[in-house]
């Protein structure tokens, strides 16, 4: 990810097509936090929730949103 992705202190939206166990969203939330900026929340086209990967982002913000659930 480049230096000059976004301005230090701006909220991020990350956003994945599908979210199993959380893992590369969560490297990727310690990332953007490591550069300054803020986790506004999560969006997924398609959660597993039975992988519990929800619950593996709740430190970085509580907004999270999937359009279907499984």
Do not use: P
């Amino acid at each position: 990810m480049h230096e000059d992705v976004f301005i230090k202190g701006k909220k991020v939206l990350i956003h994945d097509d599908l979210l199993a166990i959380g893992g590369t969203v969560e490297a990727t939330s310690l990332l953007i936090q490591k550069m300054g900026g803020e986790i506004a929340g999560f969006s997924f086209l398609i959660s597993l929730d039975f992988l519990k990967g929800k619950e593996r982002l709740l430190k970085f913000s509580k907004n999270n949103f999937s359009l279907a659930s499984y």
